[in-house]
């Protein structure tokens, strides 16, 4: 399945993200880095697809979406 995680760059995105992966799941990651820190995904950066913003998507078709960010 392909899921979408706002947020995946902070304390819990980042481990969400990891159990995804872990789990085989495609997953696409938006996070603009206000209070998220790139290094949290460090253990599975070649394995997802980061967008630092909404319009840098490269998909848009999810089955999922795990929404843990918040406006800056």
């Known amino acids: 399945m392909k899921y979408l995680v706002t947020g995946g ?12 992966v872990q789990n085989n799941h495609e997953v696409q990651v938006i ?3 206000t209070s998220g ?17 909404l319009e ?3 998909d ?7 929404h843990l960010g918040f406006p800056s």
Request: proline share 5%.
């Open 9 to 20: 760059a902070g304390f819990i995105g980042s481990h969400l993200v990891e159990r995804l």
């Open 31 to 33: 996070d603009n880095l």
């Open 37 to 53: 820190n790139i290094k949290n995904l460090t253990p599975v950066i070649d394995k997802i697809t980061y967008a630092p913003s």
């Open 56 to 58: 840098t998507l490269t």
């Open 60 to 66: 848009s078709d999810f089955d999922g979406v795990f």
